[in-house]
C-alpha cells in the first residue's frame, strides 16, 4: 500500500525526505502579481516586494483540483491543512476527498483540520511520517495523528497584525485594541482555530520571556518545539537558548516561514509549534 502525506503549503514544508509528500500551495496575490508558495519562489523577495506594495494584496488556498492531483496517485493519503476557521484550505481537501471516492472507492484519505498552522503543521507532518514508516495500519496512524494533535501547540509574536487585519483574519476590533502596527503581539491558536491574542510585551526580549511563560502556562515541559520565523534569525535562536535553560534536553528546530506565512506573520514574525508532552 503506497503512502502519502499532503500538507498545504502554509506548513512551510515544501520537501520532506523518507516518506511520499507533496505540497498544494496557497498564493499570495497583489494588484500585479501573485506569488505562489512553492519551492521555486524567492520568498525573501517577496517579503522585500511587499513593503513597497500599492494597493490591496491578499491570499488564496488551494482548489479542489489541486489537492485531488496531490493526493491521486497513493493509495493511503493523510492530508492536513490550514485552520478551516480561517482559510477555505480544509472545505477543498474535503471535496477533493469525497471527489476521489466516488471514482477510486478503495483508496483511503483522511483530512486532518489542523485548527492551526505552520509549525504546528510541521509536528504532525513529522509525527505522521514515523508513524507511516514504522509500518502501521492506516486505521492505526489515523486513531494515533488524532490522539497526538490534542497534545500540539501554536503561539505567535509578532510585530504586525497589519495583513491578518486587512484580510480580515482578525477581528477587526481586537486588532484595534491591540494596536495594528508597531507593537508585539503574543497569542495562540485557540481551540476554535482562530487567533486570540493574550498580551503586547514591551521590546524583543520581554516579548521572548513572554512566549517562554505562555508556552508553560499552555502545558509545555520539555517536549519538540519547532519555530517558525519570517527574517528573525535571531529572535529565534535566542528564543531556543531561553528554552533550552530552562528545558536542556528539548528537541528545538528553526525553519524560515514559506509565502503563506511570512505574509501573515510579517517581517519579525515568529510561530512556535510545540508538544505537551
Ligand atoms: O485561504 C487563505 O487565503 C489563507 C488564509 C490564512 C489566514 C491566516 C494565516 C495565519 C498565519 C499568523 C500567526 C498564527 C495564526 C494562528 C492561527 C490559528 C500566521
Redesign the pocket.
Known amino acids: 500500500m503506497k503512502f502519502k502525506i499532503v500538507s498545504d503549503s ?1 506548513s512551510n514544508i515544501l520537501s520532506f525526505a523518507g516518506v511520499p509528500y507533496t505540497t498544494v500551495p ?2 499570495i496575490i497583489t494588484n500585479d502579481r501573485e506569488y505562489i508558495d512553492d519551492a521555486a519562489l524567492d520568498v525573501a523577495g517577496m517579503v522585500k516586494g511587499l513593503r513597497t506594495v500599492k494597493g490591496r494584496t ?4 488551494p482548489n479542489i483540483y489541486e489537492w485531488k492531483n496531490a493526493m491521486e496517485d497513493a493509495d493511503a493519503v493523510f492530508a492536513i491543512t ?2 478551516s ?5 480544509h472545505a477543498a481537501a474535503l471535496q477533493a476527498k469525497a471527489e476521489l471516492l466516488a471514482q477510486y472507492p478503495e483508496k483511503k484519505i483522511c483530512v486532518l483540520d489542523s ?4 509549525p504546528e503543521m510541521q509536528l504532525v507532518i513529522e509525527k505522521l511520517a514515523t508513524l507511516i514508516n514504522s509500518g502501521k495500519s492506516f486505521e492505526a496512524i489515523e486513531c494515533e495523528i488524532r490522539e497526538y494533535m490534542t497534545h500540539t501547540h ?1 503561539i ?1 509574536c ?1 510585530e504586525s497584525l497589519a495583513n ?1 487585519a486587512r ?1 480580515g ?1 482578525v477581528n477587526p476590533v481586537v486588532a484595534k485594541v491591540a494596536g495594528v502596527l508597531g507593537i508585539r503581539i503574543v ?4 481551540e476554535r ?3 486570540e491574542l493574550l498580551h503586547k510585551p514591551r521590546g524583543g526580549e520581554k516579548a521572548l520571556c513572554t512566549v517562554l511563560e505562555v508556552m508553560q502556562r499552555y502545558g509545555y515541559q520539555g517536549g519538540a518545539v519547532r519555530v517558525a520565523h519570517c527574517n528573525n534569525e535571531v529572535g529565534a535562536t535566542k528564543l531556543a537558548a531561553k528554552i533550552r535553560a530552562v528545558y536542556p534536553a528539548a528537541e528545538i528546530k528553526i525553519i524560515p ?1 514559506t509565502a ?2 511570512s ?3 510579517e517581517e519579525g ?1 515568529l ?1 512556535i509549534g510545540y508538544e505537551d508532552i
Request: some cysteine; overall charge positive.
Open positions: 502554509s496557497l498564493k491578499g491570499t488564496s488556498c490550514i485552520t476557521n480561517l482559510s477555505g484550505a485548527l492551526s498552522t505552520g501554536l505567535f509578532l491578518l484580510n483574519r497569542g495562540v491558536a485557540s482555530g482562530t487567533l516561514t503563506l506565512c505574509f501573515y506573520a514574525g510561530m
